[in-house]
């Protein structure tokens, strides 16, 4: 096969990841249409990226031949640099990443989404506006082949520090949204909550619906915002460093882009996934959420001063507030809460 001759003598450093992708989305695809379930991706996406991510860190470790079927290994085609030396920076970039699996599959575990019968409620909702044919054609290139190649991707580059600061924000927000959920089913305030999630919720926070206070009163989405930045920085300190390759700036071309490939496909993808997302929310609580979405930004919250000023001008900032933060009297909009 040309492509594989090609990958083999090319790029060798691409070799083991790219069977193991395959391999992935293979077992993925299957497992989604014996079970039914298309959540399969989302119960290896914690893993996928570390496992990329350790396997660049630790080359010197790999055998040069695989001792078992996708077993990880570092063919003699590789640069005896990459093959012979560990890099500080791969090995900090691997302790972030690391740090970020840990964040998300407790948050996908205490969820309950590592059960092999859960599956996102967004795909329930998806299979109601398409035909089974095109939900299966959508499963197939989208779910499973598109999303294992972005996981792989993010394997890709390396980072620093301030990655850490990310996962910690992110970890705060994911904290205050269970908290939040916990108490909307429960009606209960947990006094044992992380902290950053120990906030008083209140009978008009549940009845809106959704949450709207801690980060969230600055962003509607957080922990996307979070998981988008933590990936971006992964992406650009290789590229900063004083050995990459001089970057063209502004970009010339698409193939100067190629560097970006890892952090703009994933931030495409969020954007996509939010704006789904969004319209199901704004569907079950019409009010509410429309006036949620005209006081805080998507994702930035420097913009929701703005938004809020902007507002201020229209002299409808008062009656939105209310709404979004207090308790006005459209403060749940028209969706029941559940």
């Not at 391999?23 to 079970?35: D, R």
């Not at 496992?51 to 990880?72: D, G, R």
């Not at 490939?261 to 959420?289: N, R």
Request: charged share 15%; proline share 8%.
């Amino acid at each position: 096969m040309d492509f594989w001759h090609a990958l083999t003598h090319d790029a060798p450093m691409f070799v083991w990841p790219v069977k193991f992708c395959v391999a992935m989305t293979a077992a993925t695809y299957v497992l989604s249409i014996l079970t039914n379930n298309v959540s399969q991706v989302d119960r290896v996406w914690t893993f996928l990226p570390t496992i990329y991510t350790i396997y660049y860190a630790f080359l010197p470790l790999w055998p040069s031949v695989p001792p078992t079927y996708l077993f990880p290994y570092t063919p003699d085609a590789i640069p005896a640099n990459l093959r012979e030396t560990f890099s500080p920076r791969t090995l900090l970039m691997a302790s972030l990443v690391v740090t970020w699996m840990f964040r998300l599959s407790y948050n996908t575990w205490r969820r309950g989404l590592f059960s092999l019968t859960d599956e996102d409620y967004r795909w329930a909702v998806l299979r109601q506006k398409i035909s089974p044919f095109l939900f299966q054609v959508f499963n197939l290139f989208f779910i499973a082949i598109a999303q294992n190649i972005i996981l792989f991707l993010l394997g890709l580059p390396a980072a620093r520090t301030l990655g850490f600061l990310v996962i910690l924000a992110e970890f705060v927000s994911d904290n205050q949204q269970y908290s939040f959920q916990t108490f909307k089913h429960s009606g209960n305030l947990n006094p044992n909550e992380w902290p950053g999630a120990k906030i008083q919720w209140t009978k008009h926070d549940a009845e809106r619906g959704f949450v709207t206070r801690g980060l969230w009163a600055w962003s509607r989405h957080p922990n996307f915002l979070c998981e988008q930045s933590f990936w971006i920085i992964i992406t650009l300190i290789p590229l900063l460093s004083p050995d990459s390759p001089k970057l063209d700036f502004p970009p010339t071309s698409l193939a100067s882009l190629t560097p970006f490939l890892p952090c703009l496909v994933l931030c495409s993808l969020f954007f996509s996934s939010t704006i789904f997302t969004e319209s199901i929310s704004k569907a079950k609580y019409p009010v509410a959420y429309s006036a949620y979405q005209e006081r805080v930004a998507m994702f930035l919250p420097l913009l929701t001063p703005v938004w809020g000023a902007l507002l201020g001008i229209k002299g409808r900032k008062g009656s939105v507030d209310s709404i979004v933060y207090g308790d006005g009297p459209n403060s749940k909009g028209k969706g029941k809460a559940e």
